[in-house]
């Protein structure tokens, strides 16, 4: 085990985008990195390790891995995820699990995996939610419901470690230009139905738009290296255009939703 003070991050999903570039800059600001890939990651400016993150097995040696070699880890950064688009009636319940698997299931058993190392550094896990985490779309279901399944788990998770000293950040994109959505799986049964033909249309286009004009992913990069390295992150932390200003509408949709079923209740 190294004696080294330095800091230490597990980043998952290295190979591109945001998790690249967070790895990237956190080895340009000192911190030890290990990120995890399926393919090669030999031209990476840190070290990789091969870890599919549903496979629970392969998890679990990775945290133990992380803990044999460094003794502590101070941030675990939960950023690998897929896409998956198509109205309910059009995907396989097969594409769901899928889905769910990797962006809720997974970060859950990495941290799982990672707690003994992040209690020794009082280290943080930062969830790579998004937007859709409590803003719907039609065509996006799936991939909403895993971001809304990991803000309830990670709030739980936040509450059992905090006495622990371990913190729990979410970080909620808006749209940021990577390959995600290009690289996305669309329903296996995708217009099957003949009854989704527009919704598909804007879709495709949308998905189009975010991996070739998108916003400059710059800022959401900034605001998961600060999740990871700065003590005083809120839980929750919406990035992108118009993305708090997205939060504060909820927010009032809540509160008239609340105000139109005590109302309902009242009248029965
Ligand atoms: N970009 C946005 O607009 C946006 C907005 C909100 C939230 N997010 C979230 O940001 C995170 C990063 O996405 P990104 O936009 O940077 O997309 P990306 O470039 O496609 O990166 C996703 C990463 O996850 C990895 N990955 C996928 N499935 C995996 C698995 N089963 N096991 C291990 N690694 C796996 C990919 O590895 P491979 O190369 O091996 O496939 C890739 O490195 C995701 O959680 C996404 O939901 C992104």
């Not at 090669?40 to 097995?57: A, S």
């Not at 097969?94 to 962006?103: F, H, M, P, Q, S």
């Not at 788990?153 to 940021?176: K, T, Y």
């Not at 708090?244 to 509160?255: D, S």
Request: net charge negative; aromatic share 6%; hydrophobic share 45%.
């Amino acid at each position: 085990m190294s004696k080294n003070k330095t800091s230490v991050a597990l980043v998952t999903g290295t190979s591109s985008g945001l998790g690249r570039a967070v790895a990237e800059r956190l080895v340009e600001l000192g911190w030890e990195v290990i990120g995890t890939v399926r393919g090669d990651g030999t031209e990476l400016p840190f070290e990789t390790v091969h870890c599919d993150v549903t496979d629970d097995d392969a998890v679990a040696r990775l945290g133990q891995y992380v803990f044999e070699r460094w003794g502590r880890l101070d941030a675990l950064v939960n950023n690998a995820g897929i896409s998956l688009t198509g109205p309910m009636e059009e995907l396989d319940p097969k594409e769901v699990r899928t889905i769910l698997d990797v962006n809720l299931v997974a970060p859950m058993a990495l941290a799982r995996a990672c707690l003994p190392a992040l209690r020794v550094a009082s280290g943080v896990i930062v969830q790579i939610s998004s937007v859709s985490a409590y803003s719907s779309s039609e065509l996006f279901g799936a991939y909403q419901a895993s971001k809304f399944g990991l803000e309830g788990a990670s709030d739980a998770l936040r509450q059992e470690v905090c006495s622990q000293n371990v913190r729990v950040v979410l970080i909620e994109p808006g749209p940021f230009r990577t390959e995600i959505a290009v690289k996305g799986i669309q329903a296996g049964a995708k217009g099957s139905t003949g009854l989704y033909e527009s919704s598909w249309v804007e879709v495709d286009a949308w998905l189009q738009w975010h991996a070739t004009a998108g916003p400059d992913p710059a800022e959401c990069v900034a605001a998961i290296v600060g999740a990871a390295t700065l003590r005083d992150a809120p839980f929750r932390i919406p990035v992108g255009e118009d993305i708090c200003e997205e939060l504060r509408r909820k927010g009032g949709e809540m509160i008239a939703q609340a105000d139109a079923a005590e109302a309902f209740l009242l009248s029965l």
